[in-house]
């Protein structure tokens, strides 16, 4: 009787691309929401009315919309699926370059452009993640390594947003937030990449030494294969007698 497959498979935890992955996207959450959360009272503090503040998250979400299935369309190209973790790595260091750069909007129009950008990368990161999370697992452990890393991003989550509230109750001022918030998600883009170049792809890359060695040890084993067989026939022809029975001997009579 089969095993009950299990409803979380703790066994993912042991898959180094897993736990990068992991680390990187708990560092992203730390700083992904703080800036839909704070973008209206930011507004607000530089001056810009109540309904174009609110304005602004109709922006963000709008552009959003369709920045998820082209990044999703861009991700599945032949040239570009092999490399979506660097891509997911490209749109985490967008997200948070636009993250810094909004910190230094002055205006309603600057807000504006900072939301239209941080829609786009917002979009790319919220299309890629999942994807790359599978490339890196594989589909079989795709459903209890998607739990896992929600648990672990929700209690990121619980800790990001009012940590950034906290920084703004101490300077007062809204750039300190963005900042903080940029950094962290660049620097998850920057765990993820250089994790995936020199740990990732090492594991999934047989050296080439032992590769040689395999090769050099199958044609051995077939040659010595071949011998054996000749061996056997030469011995069956020299024990045939004349009418084409093989002549009883100790060695055919066992």
Known sequence: EGKKKKL????????????????AAS???????????????YAKDI????????????????????????????AGLKQVR??????????????????????????????????IFFGMSYGMVGALQFEVLMTIVGTQKFSSA?????????MAVLVGPPGAGKLFDITKNFKHVF????????????????????CLRKSTEPPVKEQKENVEEGEQKRELET?????????LKDETGNNGEIVPTPETSV
Request: negative net charge.
């Open 47 to 74: 001056g810009v009315p109540d309904s174009n503040a609110a304005f602004l998250l109709t922006v963000l979400g709008f552009v959003d919309i369709f920045a998820r299935p082209l990044s999703g369309i861009v």
């Open 82 to 115: 092999p490399r979506c973790v660097y891509l997911f790595s490209f749109a985490m260091i967008f997200n948070g370059i636009t993250d810094l750069g909004g910190s230094y909007a002055q205006d309603y129009g600057g807000l504006t452009v900072f939301c």
């Open 27 to 41: 560092i992203m959450v730390f700083g992904l929401f703080v800036p839909p959360v704070f973008i209206v009272n």
């Open 179 to 198: 900042y903080l918030a940029g950094s962290e998600v660049v620097l998850s883009a920057i765990v993820l990449a250089v994790g995936n170049f020199f």
């Open 8 to 23: 979380l498979d703790f066994s993912v935890f042991k898959d180094r691309g897993f736990l990068i992955y992991t680390i």
């Open 227 to 235: 011998a054996d067989s000749i061996e056997v026939d030469q011995f």
């Open 146 to 154: 998607i739990g896992l890393v929600l648990l672990v991003e929700a």
